[in-house]
């Protein structure tokens, strides 16, 4: 039930995700002003800005002008709905205490940037301080108030080593490979880090080998198809981003099969 309330309440944080998608780049305000069509600049009505259904009743066009909306923007509020259910079975508890709430909060949180950055670092190919700065903070709050509720402080100090070791990682692969990776990833590996070392060192180290492995795999395919060349940049931001969701959801039997493939024990 609480996964299924959290998909409702994704849909209208996907709507506002469109709107920091589309202007944070463009370093404009996500407050004011009020949302309008990019082309006769009428104002969106509330009744056509509810999400996914207005899309649908409107057909895709703009009420005023007929400008075609992108089907992105439905997208993204269904992607945000299906991202805010799948962690809602992972984190909320049938009984939800304050530590578990603002668990669920902190990764609820990291679900939205994760969306956000993803989008903004496929078109603009950066990932901007004003989201990537303020989640240090954001998440250190969030996840300081689970551990203080919970009394147990060792998962907090896990989580800020973590940070720290992402960051510094990031940091020496920039340095040594200038070009190949911006300090957008560098900074952003620090907030991974951040809410993975929560979780425990091997969900840490689950998210930084996928999140290689599988852009790797991204770029080597790109290549084959010659959709690419050497030269060509391939934004990393959504790729780690998708390594540390493997590793908050899979974590467990990624490290059991693995163990198990060596002949080492594969119980946690």
């Known amino acids: 039930m609480t996964a299924i309330l959290l998909g409702f309440v994704g849909l209208f944080i996907g709507s506002f995700l469109n709107v920091v998608i589309y202007r944070v780049p463009k370093k404009i305000s ?3 002003p009020a949302s309008a069509c990019s082309q006769c ?4 009505r509330p009744i056509d800005n509810i999400p996914v259904l207005s899309w649908l ?3 895709g066009k703009c009420r005023a002008c007929g400008l075609r909306i992108s089907v992105r923007y439905p997208l993204i509020e269904l992607m945000t709905a299906g991202f805010f259910a799948l962690v809602g079975s992972k984190f909320a508890q049938p009984a939800l205490g304050i530590n578990e709430s603002f668990l669920l909060l ?4 990291l679900a939205s940037i994760s969306i956000a950055l993803t989008m903004i670092d496929i078109d603009t190919h950066t990932l901007p301080n004003w989201i990537v700065l303020p989640s240090y903070a954001v998440g250190i709050i969030f996840l300081g108030i689970a551990s203080f509720t919970s009394g147990n402080f060792a998962p ?3 989580a800020i080593i973590s940070a720290a070791a992402m960051w510094v990682a990031y940091l020496v692969i920039a340095l040594s490979y200038p070009g190949g990776m911006g300090f957008g990833d560098v900074k952003f590996a620090g907030v991974i880090g951040l809410f993975l070392g929560y979780l425990g060192w091997s969900v840490v180290i689950t998210g930084a080998v996928a999140a290689f492995v599988l852009g790797a795999l991204f770029a080597i395919a790109l290549l084959i198809k010659r959709s690419v060349n050497h030269k060509t940049g391939i934004p990393f931001g959504p790729w780690m981003m998708v390594g540390a969701w493997v590793a ?3 974590s467990a039997p990624i490290v059991r099969t693995y163990l198990s493939l060596v002949g080492l024990d594969g119980s946690m």
């Open 30 to 32: 996500i407050v004011t």
């Open 41 to 44: 600049l009428t104002k969106i």
């Open 57 to 59: 009743l409107l057909r």
């Open 106 to 109: 902190a990764f609820l949180y």
């Open 156 to 158: 907090l100090i896990r």
């Open 248 to 250: 908050v959801l899979f």
